[in-house]
């Protein structure tokens, strides 16, 4: 089993910065993905940025530019850089870590609230 616990999240004018971490514990493979996803009031799950294990970024088009993923592998943390944010970057924010192989698990942090005021 892998264990995430998010980080971070919190209140800011538009505009500003946010650092969202995630600690990973457990089971752990090198061949996972990792990401984040958010969802807000109304609205269904999405992702916002996956980090491959072969280091392979990919950012959903609202955050492009704005938000960077990123992995410190040697004490499983994952990590997004929010910069410039919107009002509608408003969210409640969930690591992930999805398996690239067999059996292929998926695992999903408690979420962080992130508010972003205009």
């Known amino acids: 089993q892998v264990q995430l616990m998010e980080s971070g999240g919190g209140l800011v004018q538009a505009g500003g910065s946010l650092k969202l971490s995630c600690a990973a514990s457990g089971d752990v493979s090198d061949r996972v993905t990792m990401g984040w996803y958010r969802q807000s009031p109304g609205n269904q799950h999405e992702p916002v940025a996956r980090l491959f294990s072969d280091d392979y970024r990919e950012y959903e088009d609202p955050v492009k530019g704005r938000f960077t993923i990123s992995r410190e592998k040697a004490d499983n943390m994952i990590s997004l850089s929010m910069t410039d944010l919107k009002p509608e970057d408003t969210a409640v924010y969930y690591c992930?870590?999805?398996?690239?192989?067999?059996?292929?698990?998926?695992?999903w942090g408690q979420g962080t609230q992130v508010t972003v005021s205009s």
């Open positions: 992930n870590v999805r398996e690239e192989i067999f059996p292929f698990r998926d695992f």
